[in-house]
């Protein structure tokens, strides 16, 4: 799958304190996201298929990437909050910035023609924060699961 790419792509770029190693593992793990971002089920390898309770309904990801420790890529299948994103790509590039690191977070296809764009912008710079505030400090900001989450996570994570 190949985004659409234009130079308007959303990208923000984040600095941690802490290692690469680490910051992967934030993006990398279902119940790190899950307390950064959203509640997440699923895989989180090269090829996996990654769940997230997404507002009123449900994102699905292909994992296209996850390269330990510099980069994670997610091809976003379907959407259902937000169906602007089907066919957009998220990528969290990593570099080693002294003893910390550097991220640059790219959402190919986000852009501002896009009717979803100032809110998806406004969300992306929270859960940015959000991810630095989990890495670097412990706890994150994410979005508050409610009853549904238990039961959707066990439909997607069978013991």
């Known amino acids: 799958m190949t985004p659409s790419t234009t130079t308007e792509d959303f990208r923000a770029t984040k600095?941690?304190?802490s290692d690469p190693d680490t910051v992967f593992s934030a993006l990398t793990d279902i119940d790190a996201?899950?307390?950064w971002w959203v509640p997440a089920a699923g895989g989180v390898g090269a090829g996996d298929t990654l769940r997230f309770l997404f507002g009123n309904g449900e994102l699905v990801l292909l994992v296209g990437e996850a390269?330990?420790?510099d980069r994670v890529r997610w091809d976003v299948l379907a959407c259902e909050p937000v169906p602007d994103w089907v066919g957009t790509a998220i990528t969290f590039d990593l570099?080693?910035?002294g003893t910390g690191t550097d991220l640059r977070f790219r959402h190919q296809g986000l852009n501002p023609g896009l009717e979803c764009f100032?809110?998806?912008h406004?969300?992306?710079t929270h859960y940015l924060a959000s991810l630095v505030d989990f890495?670097?400090?412990?706890?994150?900001?994410p979005a508050d699961p409610d009853e549904r989450f238990a039961a959707w996570?066990?439909?997607h994570n069978p013991s």
């Not at 890495?135 to 900001?141: A, C, E, F, K």
């Open 33 to 35: 996201l899950t307390d």
């Open 135 to 141: 890495v670097d400090q412990g706890t994150g900001r």
């Open 67 to 69: 390269d330990r420790p």
């Open 122 to 124: 406004a969300g992306c």
């Open 95 to 97: 570099a080693a910035a």
């Open 15 to 17: 600095t941690f304190t």
């Open 118 to 120: 100032d809110d998806c």
């Open 153 to 155: 996570r066990a439909e």
